[in-house]
Each structure stands twice: as C-alpha cells, then as structure tokens.
Nanobody
C-alpha cells in the first residue's frame, strides 16, 4: 500500500514536500516514481528513484527545482518541490516499479502499484 501526502495550495515561487509511505511489504530495490496529472491531460512522469543504487531520473520540466529523496527506515520517499509554478498544478501520484534491475522507467504503464493522489495547486 502506498500513501501519498503533503499536497496543498501554495503561491508561485513557493515550496512543498510530498511524502509517499510504503507499507505492507518491502519495496527495497524497486523504483519509486512520482507522476502528476492535470485536468484534461495525461498522467506524466515527474521523478523516480531506485532504492538500490540510488539511481534517479527527473522530467526536464522539473530538473533543478524538484528533488527526490528517501528515508529507508520509514520506507518513505519524498519529493521536495521548490520554485513552484502554476503549471505544476496537478494531482500527484506515487507508484512502484517492481523490477530489481534496469533504468528508472518514465511511463505510467511500467509501474505496478499506485497510491492515491495528493493535490498540488500553485497560484500565480
């Protein structure tokens, strides 16, 4: 089970930190990904992290502004979002890619487990 939290309303230029707690089983070695979906748009990749090896990947639109990190003891992955823009407004989802090898995937259909979304709204 994945539980995402931390969304909210923030002004442009502000920051938020999203959390995704994994429970029920260990996801060590797998990939945790963050996706977002704005109304009327497809779900898009934001960032991903492979627990084993620390491999990360970011969408070009968030590079330099968003940072993914983990707390292994809590089985939790964070998405620190800085310099937020109105176009970052979306429902944000965390997901697990349950493969032990390979790069960080960036398409939604490569992820096996999904949490509920947490809404991020950035006002201009």
């Amino acid at each position: 089970q994945l539980q995402a939290s931390g969304g909210g309303l923030v002004q442009a230029g502000g920051s938020l930190r999203l959390s995704c707690a994994a429970s029920g089983r260990t996801f060590s070695g797998y990939v945790m990904g963050w996706f977002r979906q704005a109304p009327g748009k497809e779900r898009e990749f934001v960032a991903g992290f492979r627990w084993s090896g620390g491999l990360t990947a970011y969408a070009d639109s968030v590079k330099g502004r968003f940072t993914i990190s983990t707390d292994n003891a809590k089985n939790t992955v964070y998405l620190q979002m800085n310099s937020l823009k109105p176009e970052d407004t979306a429902a944000y989802y965390c997901a697990i890619h349950a493969r032990l090898l390979g790069p960080v995937p960036t398409t939604a259909n490569e992820f096996d487990y999904w949490g509920q979304g947490t809404q991020v709204t950035v006002s201009s």
